[in-house]
C-alpha cells in the first residue's frame, strides 16, 4: 500500500473516531455472513457501528486521542465498535452477541482513556452503570436522607391522629373510653 493511501487511512480514522472517548476492540474473523450481517444489524439499531480497521494506521490515528489507550488490543483481525449512549451500552451489547455468536472475540475496550483488557476486560465494563444509571444513584442517595427525615417527622403525628380519630370512633358509636 502507497504511502499517501496509508496517509488517507489514517485521516479517515481520525475524522471517523474524532470525539469518540470509548470503543471496544473486537475480532469477527470466521464468524458466517448472515450471523454478521444480523449482528452488526442488531448493533445498528441501536447506533452502535463496528469499522473493521488496520491495526498500524489505527495506532497512528488514535496517538494522543482518548483511543489511544485501546492500542494493546490492536493485534491480529481488529474491528472497532463504538457508539450507542456510552461505551458501557456497547459493552452490554456486544457481551450478549458474544454469547449468541461463538467466534466473537472481544480483545479489550477503552473508556476515558482507561484501557479494559481481554474478554474479562469488556465484561467488567459492561457492569458499570451508564452515565444516566449514576445520575439517577447520585440523586436517590442525595434524596434518601431528606425522605427518611420527613418520615420520621410526620410518623409521630400520624400516630396520634390514629389514635384520636379511634377515640372519635368508639365516642360515636356509644362506647365508654377507659382510661390508658
Known sequence: MSKPIKEMMIGDYQKRFDG????????????????????????LEKNIRVTVVKN??????????????VTPALEGPSALAYGGES???????LVDWAK?????TLKGAVLDGQYFDGEAGVKRLSEFPTKDEAQAKVVQLVLTPAS??????????SNILGI???????LEKGETIAKA
Open 20 to 43: 469518540i472517548d470509548g470503543a471496544l476492540v473486537v475480532e469477527i474473523r470466521g464468524i458466517e455472513a448472515n450471523e454478521n450481517n444480523a449482528m452488526r444489524l442488531g448493533l
Open 56 to 69: 498500524t494506521l489505527a495506532r497512528k490515528a488514535f496517538a494522543s486521542t482518548n483511543l489511544e489507550a
Open 87 to 93: 461505551v458501557v451500552d456497547v459493552a452490554r451489547e
Open 100 to 104: 449468541k455468536v461463538k467466534k466473537l
Open 148 to 157: 427518611n427525615l420527613i418520615k420520621a417527622a410526620t410518623s409521630p403525628g
Open 164 to 170: 384520636v380519630k379511634e377515640i372519635q370512633e368508639r
